[in-house]
């Protein structure tokens, strides 16, 4: 496809329960990003992956969001033992270089945790 | 203090309006400054980029940067319906340690009516 594809649009779940996100960037794109927009928040940055090198994990909230990206190109974001605080849409993004200034950012996974 | 404070709105002005969305922010090390779109259930869309200071006009949209007073602006004029939406503005930059983590502010509501 043309753009960041991200899957589910929607995910609905239970406390306590673990969740995957998947984000397929845009081919090509060597850096991709996970941000999560809270409600009345702005985007915050959650993870960092650039080609082969060590991702950043600077942003993960707590040791119970994990990434991965698989042959430099898709993307999971793990979420286990989910609380109700993280109940937020996530958002990838993709871009062609190694800073920030113009990413191309999927639609988003809308979580709700119950 | 946050680092980039965006009034949220939201604003709603007549089909026509010279719009002017700001932000400020505190960290002197941010020299790229963007603009992001977002619509409804969509993720955001760059529409402007800068570094450092001065103006930048793309159509209908100019975006300007005063580093001097930690101040950017977006103005849109001839603004139409399909401009409504939610404008983020993100800044990074060299000194902040990783130069692909955007810092976002909350966003301004935008509503356009005709």
């Known amino acids: 496809g043309a753009g960041v594809s991200q899957s589910p649009s929607n995910k609905v779940t239970e406390k306590g329960k673990d969740v995957e996100l998947r984000c397929d960037p845009i081919s090509g794109h060597t850096a991709l990003y996970w941000y999560r927009q809270s409600l009345g928040q702005g985007l915050e940055f959650l993870i960092y992956f650039q080609g082969n090198s060590a991702p950043d994990k600077s942003g993960l909230p707590s040791d119970r969001f994990s990434a991965e990206r698989t042959g430099g190109s898709v993307s999971t974001l793990t979420i286990q033992r989910t609380q109700q605080e993280d109940s937020a849409v996530y958002l990838c993004?993709?871009?062609?270089?190694?800073?920030?200034?113009?990413?191309?950012f999927g639609s988003g996974t809308q979580l709700s945790v119950l | 203090q946050k680092e980039v404070e965006q009034d949220p709105g939201p604003l709603s002005v007549p089909e026509g309006a010279i719009v002017s969305l700001n932000c400020t922010y505190s960290n002197s090390a941010f020299q790229y400054f963007m603009w992001y779109r977002q619509y409804s259930r969509k993720g955001p869309e760059l529409l402007m980029y800068?570094?450092?200071?001065g103006n930048k006009e793309d159509g209908r949209f100019t975006a300007q940067v005063d580093k001097s007073s930690k101040y950017i602006s977006l103005f849109i004029r001839d603004s139409q319906p399909s401009d409504s939406a939610t404008y983020l503005c993100a800044m990074t930059g060299l000194g902040v340690g990783s130069n692909y983590k955007l810092t976002f502010g909350k966003g301004t509501l935008l509503t356009v009516n005709p």
């Open positions: 993004a993709s871009s062609l270089g190694h800073s920030g200034e113009k990413l191309f």
């Open positions: 800068t570094y450092s200071s």
